[in-house]
């Protein structure tokens, strides 16, 4: 389902009680950056759930641990963007991410001495640099992080936060990362309470949920930078759905990329071109990232469409 303008969507269902607040951050965080010089990227992150009951016990989830989108808010940090972070929670966020989900238990990390909590000597160093690039974050107000659960909630923060940062216009940066429910159970349709087991199976009829994207990109944030991704399993529909997705929204790129080889390999696909990014066995053997290539790219595709945009002006 495809929506025009304004749809009754947003007028349909409640919007998350603490939108209000989220607007004054937002409004807050934008003007600071604005008066620093800086650009702002939307990074969204992680997956969403779609509640079966108004009082939520049981929900459909759409898992995504928010890897890219956490590891690609610190890059963009480091290349001088500040970040607006649209994440799940309890998904991985910046900096934290190296040391929440991992296969590490934390508390091996530390040693006792005495009365005193220490860093084990194995971890210290690395620890001393993430810790080092989080403080100087936080110091310079470079981060703003937001969290959702519900696909409702996100689509009702996208809304509202997009259309704050679209008076940045071509300076504003929206990097979908996040993986988005297809469906959804309108609210006119979903029980109160919890739905009971014991009284055979459970038939469940959800409508696909809307389609967000092609708004966002000629209405809510008609001249800013917009980043979509397309994840398949089939080799074989990879570009040629990437290719669909572009010429579908009109936005700017598609980051196209394989469910088993995603670490590893993503396709830029634009209207012009198609570019392949590829890590190294030596590269990932060393804890490179591929989010720091796919950062550098975006960056200098920014550049030309800000640039462009100012000659057209």
Not at 17 to 27: L, P
Not at 190 to 207: C, P, R, W
């Amino acid at each position: 389902m495809e929506i025009d303008g304004e749809d009754d969507y947003f007028v349909k269902n409640t919007p998350p009680k603490n939108i209000n607040e989220v607007e004054r951050k937002t409004k807050e965080f934008m003007k600071y950056q604005q008066e620093k010089g800086r650009r702002i990227v939307l990074v969204t992150s992680g997956g969403t759930t779609v509640p079966l009951e108004n009082q939520t016990v049981r929900f459909v989830d759409n898992f995504s641990a928010g890897t890219r989108g956490s590891a690609s808010a610190e890059y963009f940090i480091e290349n001088g963007y500040a970040v607006i972070f649209l994440y799940r929670q309890h998904s991985l966020r910046p900096y934290s991410r190296h040391y929440s989900h991992s296969k590490n238990c934390f508390l091996d990390m530390l040693d006792i001495d005495k009365d005193n909590i220490i860093v084990n000597d194995k971890y210290k160093e690395s620890m001393k640099s993430i810790l080092e690039r989080y403080k100087k974050t936080k110091a310079e107000n470079l981060l703003l992080e937001i969290d959702f659960f519900t696909v409702k909630d996100y689509f009702f923060y996208l809304n509202k936060i997009t259309k704050i940062l679209a008076t940045m216009e071509e300076k504003s940066m929206y990097y979908l990362a996040a993986a988005v429910s297809d469906f959804f159970i309108p609210p006119e349709r979903m029980v109160e309470h919890k739905i009971q087991s014991g009284e055979g199976a459970l038939k469940l009829s959800l409508d696909q949920v809307p389609k967000f994207l092609k708004p966002l990109v000629s209405e809510w944030a008609p001249k800013g930078f917009i980043v979509s991704f397309k994840l398949e399993t089939d080799p074989a529909l990879l570009i040629s759905k990437a290719r669909k997705a572009l010429k579908r929204y009109g936005h700017q790129i598609v980051i196209g990329n394989m469910l088993l080889t995603r670490k590893k390999v993503v396709h830029f696909i634009t209207n012009d071109e198609e570019r392949k990014i590829e890590m190294t066995e030596e590269e990932l053997n060393n804890g490179i990232e591929i989010e720091t290539k796919i950062i550098s790219e975006l960056i200098k595709k920014h550049d030309q469409w800000i640039n462009q945009s100012e000659a057209n002006n």
